[in-house]
């Protein structure tokens, strides 16, 4: 649950990060395609309401204009995107752009605010250092019309010879460093977007495990249910049949019939029983009304009146709530590991201990029991079935278990699963 919040946190952080970006990117290509006609019909109306205007002055600006309109437009709006791609149109277009401003400005000087639209349209040029080229060319035009050539003192050449480094330095690599972050950035949310992918995708295969994982509880504890019924109660009611017909078959020869109904009901009880023990294990009562240490410490406390063998039961960590397969996991484990030992370890002392790590949760289930020899637990008397549905049931859930035992020392069970949270389910309208 924290985990899957912190990434639909950076998701949403992350969005909000490229619309951003994507804003700005979208009014930066406005701005570049609009303000050459922008700064050109500022400059065209300043030029013609300045005083002193002929009729023939008019005429050449509104010429000298249409021809700088119509170069912009056909070199530069018509070019598709990516412009930068259109290496030598774009060079030839740059070069045009800057001689018909020169002409606007030896006609008019006002024309320098057009010219400044080199300053922005060089970054289409590449390789970059053309590109710096490109604005120091532009700097040198404005600076060199607007001021007047030649300078006659040395500081009308050196305020002259800063301003264009200074300029050309702070708008070329300034722009070359813009769109080194621009590619940063760019590299940046593919990054993300693939990484989005990959919970999206991660999400999606942890739902699938889930459902399979339930299907094969399913399964599971169907074919549990088969043994149960052929191991217990089919043989129990096989046992009351022949007891049954025991019975008749004394009476009616007048034998001990008295002692065959007796085995026959002790036969029904212990069915009953099993099929009760059976039906119980298909829904975890303790579970429902408790978190997973109480329910642990009700069965052991259960079963310790019932075998009257004490069971010291403990709880390490900060308790989490669980996903129900793994709390079920580590119950059925509890279960499965009490009733070995009631069965075959005649113990006189059992511990048991829930311990919450960082990412496992851990079940430890000890006796000091007769032991046996761990490496042929699976042909360990009647332990090796249960034995082996332990390890089935957490390894369901990507857990492992662990068995050491040695003859006359005692049996450990450890089971190890991962920390898989509850998740709340949002309540229908």
Not at 44 to 56: E, F
Not at 179 to 203: G, P
Not at 271 to 291: C, F, G, W, Y
Request: net charge negative; proline share 4%; hydrophobic share 45%.
């Amino acid at each position: 649950m924290i985990i899957r919040e912190m990434n639909e946190h950076q998701a949403l952080e992350s969005s909000k990060s490229q619309s951003a970006e994507s804003a700005w990117n979208n009014w930066s290509q406005v701005i570049g395609n609009w303000l050459p006609y922008l700064s050109l019909a500022i400059s065209t109306i300043l030029s013609m309401i300045q005083p002193g205007q002929t009729w023939t002055t008019r005429t050449e600006t509104v010429i000298e204009v249409a021809v700088a309109a119509g170069w912009v437009f056909w070199m530069f709006t018509r070019v598709p995107e990516p412009r930068r791609a259109h290496s030598t149109r774009m060079i030839v277009y740059f070069i045009g752009l800057l001689a018909i401003a020169s002409v606007l400005m030896a006609h008019q000087m006002i024309f320098f605010i057009f010219t400044i639209t080199g300053f922005f349209h060089a970054s289409v040029l590449r390789p970059w250092p053309l590109m710096v080229l490109g604005v120091g060319i532009t700097s040198t035009l404005i600076n060199t019309i607007i001021t007047g050539f030649p300078w006659p003192t040395i500081e009308g050449w050196s305020i002259y010879l800063s301003i264009i480094v200074i300029q050309t330095l702070t708008i070329g690599f300034g722009t070359v460093i813009g769109e080194k972050l621009a590619e940063v950035s760019e590299q940046r949310k593919q990054a993300v977007a693939k990484l989005e992918a990959a919970l999206e995708e991660n999400a999606g295969l942890h739902a699938q495990l889930l459902v399979q994982a339930k299907e094969a509880g399913v399964l599971e504890e169907r074919q549990r249910m088969a043994r149960e019924i052929h191991d217990t109660l089919a043989q129990g009611l096989i046992g009351i049949i022949t007891q049954l017909g025991a019975v008749q078959h004394a009476k009616d020869r007048a034998g001990d019939w008295q002692w065959h109904l007796d085995h026959a009901m002790h036969l029904a009880r212990e069915s009953l029983a099993e099929a009760r023990r059976s039906v119980n294990e298909l829904r975890p009562s303790p579970l429902e009304n408790a978190s997973l240490p109480d329910a642990l410490a009700e069965i052991a406390q259960h079963w310790s009146a019932l075998n009257g063998v004490p069971v010291e039961v403990t709880t390490t960590g900060e308790r989490l709530p669980l996903h129900q397969e793994i709390e079920l996991v580590l119950l059925r484990t509890a279960q499965e590991a009490l009733a070995n030992i009631a069965k075959h370890a005649n113990a006189s002392r059992v511990g048991l201990t829930l311990s919450y790590m960082n990412d496992v949760v851990a079940l430890d289930v000890r006796d000091n029991g007769i032991g046996f020899e761990a490496d042929t637990e699976s042909s360990a008397g009647g332990k090796g079935l249960g034995l082996v549905i332990m390890r089935q049931r957490v390894n369901r859930v990507a857990g492992s278990l662990e068995i050491e035992s040695e003859p006359g020392v005692g049996t450990a069970i450890s089971a190890r699963v991962p920390t898989i949270l509850a998740q709340v389910e949002a309540a229908e309208p």
